[in-house]
């Protein structure tokens, strides 16, 4: 069955990085976009990047320059390198796939979450 499994989170100072990683199984990497989510207390869950089954990605405007979303095939494995992390930051981040190949920041659309992991950004 399909698997993802976030890990890398944690507590980080404003200006900090942290890398985030989705371990993912039950389906071919090289063949599926995969999207990180974030959700903050108090609001909606947020798309924050993707990257489609060739590479493609889409960024939420508000992290474009600060983060990076990569993926190893081989290791059936999607990164979100998070640099410059600001107290806004903060929330609980998610990924999940829709199963489909294009990059699709919508979280209704998508099929399979992992179980979250929380960043939080503070002095």
């Known amino acids: 069955q399909v698997q993802l499994v976030e890990s890398g989170g944690g507590m980080v100072q404003p200006g900090g990085s942290l890398r985030l990683s989705c371990a993912t199984s039950g389906f071919t990497l090289s063949y599926t976009a995969v999207a990180w989510f974030r959700q903050a207390p108090g609001k909606e869950r947020e798309g924050v990047s993707c990257i489609s089954s060739d590479g493609i990605t889409n960024y939420l405007d508000s992290v474009k320059g600060r983060f990076t979303i990569s993926k190893d095939n081989g290791k059936n494995t999607v990164y979100l390198q998070m640099n410059s992390l600001q107290p806004e930051d903060t929330a609980v981040y998610y990924c999940?796939?829709?199963?489909?190949?294009?990059?699709?920041?919508?979280?209704?659309?998508?099929?399979?979450w992992g179980k979250g992991i929380r960043v939080t950004v503070s002095s």
């Open positions: 999940a796939t829709h199963g489909s190949s294009w990059c699709d920041l919508s979280p209704g659309v998508m099929n399979y």
